[in-house]
């Protein structure tokens, strides 16, 4: 029987970690890498604060939904991945990110502590910065994989999710088995197989094909 598409994923990111451990690469003269961090509930955006005023790049992004309560409905901020946060340093100064109040640890698979791609990243901060519509959403892996070619998140690839008459792409980060959906204009998006003709090379994104 063939591996199920989680075992799939485990292997993949297993493959990345075991690459990294094993080679003793010089940190001194390689960039510094993103990596996902587990901080205190509710405390994602006060500790991104105190991560960059400590000199470090991080980023915890949120997204507006709206929130019922039994007189009203208002519109409130929550963070896209609860209870992690990311941040980009060298490994031998992850110390100074530990010792933040609130950040209990580096995520790790088998022990040694996994870079997220930049490519996530990049994806992920390309969607807060078109303040495009966005939500969590279940990290999933199968399914035809699409680009964007126009507008604010032109050269994003992912797969394209519908839902009743909604467009949307699903962007993963793989290390933290997590996912975010955004909505799209279905007119602006073309198969992969034929934008790889593009000069670019977009970000490679997670995600899945499915309809409601």
Not at 115 to 137: C, L, S, Y
Request: with cysteine.
């Amino acid at each position: 029987m063939g591996l199920t598409m989680r075992e799939l994923c485990l292997e993949s990111v297993e493959t990345r970690v075991n690459a990294q451990c094993a080679s003793a690469v010089d940190e001194s003269s390689a960039p510094p890498a993103w990596y996902a961090v587990m901080v205190k509930h509710q405390h994602e955006r006060p500790l991104e604060s105190a991560l960059r005023h400590k000199g470090f790049e991080a980023l915890a992004p949120f997204y507006r939904t709206r929130k019922r309560w039994s007189d009203r409905v208002k519109e409130i901020e929550l963070p896209l991945f609860p209870g992690y946060l990311f941040c980009r340093f060298h490994f031998d100064q992850r110390i100074g990110v530990l010792d933040i109040p609130g950040i209990s640890r580096v995520v790790s698979f088998n022990g040694c502590p996994v870079p997220i791609p930049t490519e996530e990243i990049a994806a992920i901060r390309a969607v807060m910065d078109a303040k495009a519509v966005v939500r969590p959403w279940p990290h999933l892996k199968a399914g035809d994989r699409v680009r964007i070619e126009r507008g604010a998140l032109r050269g994003i690839e992912g797969t394209l999710l519908r839902e009743k008459e909604l467009f949307r792409l699903v962007i993963g980060i793989e290390m933290l088995q997590r996912s975010v959906a955004v909505e799209i204009d279905a007119d602006s998006i073309v198969p992969v197989s034929i934008s790889h003709h593009s000069s670019q090379h977009p970000p490679r994104l997670l995600a899945h094909c499915a309809s409601a």
